[in-house]
């Protein structure tokens, strides 16, 4: 048997608060599944399982906060499934081929009654997607068409959270919306179970399924009603600890790495240009914007110049065999994380943009995967956006490197022994003296700024 354990979501992570399962004892999972969702003091993520087997059982209830390498369950590995009680399947041999669907489609077809052997999967190998569980037919349209109704019914109140009926903002956890808005359950007329109120994934599950018995809304009214939590001590709480997280990381960053940092002008007419010329071909959706460049070149650098691309472990540097690129993400609430783009130096131009798009979105609402923020093997952050032209940060330990970029700006500049007026942006390197020197920092400049100037080969 093999212990599932609280990761570590990032270097200052010790401790997290399970939110909620997507599992149950029993369940067959496959390495790379979401199997639960975890809050740290930044953000909730989504946790993959690194096991292929059958959960034997659940260590952790919901709510329950405890620290890093906690046994969270017991997961019997794959050499034991085959010897569970398998009954005989001679099923349709097309289906058995598939991979088999994960545990949050499996929830999701339950809940709705989809047949899976019914779905045709969209996903790599024939495998069932999330999205292909809505698209299949769907037997009990009728029944839950009418579920829908009785969860906000018309003339009756709906039942609602205390936190929504004096806010009119609804405490949700990121699961509960997506299910919600999945299976069109307004979160407003959901009665949450979950701490202070919050709704949580099995209450939206309860109006999916019917199973809610949504008493209180004739039968009393007048019910007392708990205090409402107070909604800006709960963000400020939560601000103030997202806060000091990063302060520690920082300190400890700016304590234990001896810093050296460099900096560069790059011109970036002939990206602009190039870019120009690609975006004549392209629908404005698809569109590319100076970022894409820039980060596929310092993915590509940190690939040319490996002494910046790892960690920094048991007193020694640890090159990465790929470069995981970090992008520092400012989150609306304040506050930032730097999930991984996985593998970007492989990436092309227009594939890195829709990657970074996919990760800020989830980042900013709450569903990264414990995955991309453990592994960035170097991090760039950029401040541009909102002006400014140069940032020299702070690494992020165990990595060795963080490379800043500035504002794209029009500076008047000498080419060719001529005078005029170009786009440049300040591009910077903070990196470890444990690991590189300022040579080392200069030849990764240098990369970024030739893949720069051609970006056609980018």
Not at 8 to 17: K, N, P, R, S, V
Not at 289 to 302: D, F, N, Q, S, Y
Not at 368 to 393: K, N, Y
Not at 434 to 440: E, H, I, L
Request: glycine fraction near 8%; charged fraction near 20%; aromatic fraction near 2%.
């Amino acid at each position: 048997m093999t212990e599932f354990t609280m990761p570590a979501l990032g270097a200052d992570m010790t401790e997290g608060t399970l939110l909620e399962w997507l599992i149950h004892p029993g369940d067959q999972v496959h390495k790379g599944d979401i199997v639960a969702v975890v809050d740290t003091a930044k953000a909730a993520i989504e946790v993959e399982c690194f096991e292929t087997g059958v959960v034997e059982r659940l260590l952790v209830e919901p709510d329950e906060t405890v620290p890093v390498g906690t046994p969270l369950a017991v997961i019997n590995p794959v050499g034991a499934v085959t010897q569970l009680p398998a009954p005989a399947a001679p099923a349709e041999p097309t289906a058995a081929r598939a991979p088999a669907p994960t545990p949050l489609v499996r929830r999701l077809a339950e809940e709705r009654g989809v047949d899976l052997s019914t779905v045709h999967g969209t996903g790599p190998g024939g495998r069932i997607t999330r999205a292909d569980v809505p698209a299949a037919p769907q037997p009990e349209a009728a029944s839950r068409q009418t579920r829908k109704a009785t969860a906000p019914p018309v003339g009756a109140a709906p039942v609602v959270s205390p936190l929504a009926r004096t806010t009119g903002r609804v405490r949700a956890t990121p699961m509960a919306r997506r299910l919600a808005a999945e299976g069109g359950v307004d979160l407003a007329g959901v009665r949450g179970t979950g701490t202070d109120g919050a709704i949580r994934a099995a209450d939206v599950r309860a109006v999916l399924t019917g199973s809610e018995t949504a008493p209180a809304a004739q039968t009393a009214p007048t019910v007392e009603v708990p205090p409402a939590p107070d909604r800006h001590a709960e963000t400020a709480g939560r601000s103030e600890a997202m806060r000091r997280a990063i302060g520690d990381l920082m300190a400890r960053s700016k304590r234990e790495i001896p810093h050296y940092y460099l900096s560069t002008t790059i011109d970036l007419g002939p990206a602009v240009a190039w870019l120009r010329e690609q975006n004549r071909e392209l629908p404005v959706s698809e569109r590319l914007v100076p970022a894409a460049l820039l980060l596929t070149a310092a993915a590509r650098a940190a690939r040319e110049v490996p002494q910046l691309n790892g960690f920094f472990t048991d007193g020694r540097f640890v090159p990465a065999p790929e470069v995981h690129l970090g992008v520092a993400v400012s989150l609306r609430g304040g506050g930032l994380v730097a999930p991984a783009i996985h593998c970007a130096a492989d990436l092309s131009p227009s594939e890195l943009m829709a990657r970074l798009r996919d990760v800020v979105a989830r980042a900013r609402s709450g569903r990264l995967r414990g995955s991309e923020t453990t592994d960035p093997t170097i991090t760039v952050t950029s401040l541009g956006d909102q002006g400014v032209e140069a940032v020299f940060g702070v690494i992020y330990p165990p990595q060795v490197a963080l490379v800043g970029l500035g504002k794209v700006v029009d500076r008047p500049c000498a080419v060719d022994g001529l005078l005029g007026v170009r786009p440049v942006v300040t591009a910077t390197l903070s990196a470890d003296h444990r690991a590189s020197d300022g040579a080392t920092g200069a030849r990764y400049l240098a990369a970024l700024e030739r893949l720069l100037r051609k970006p056609e080969e980018l």
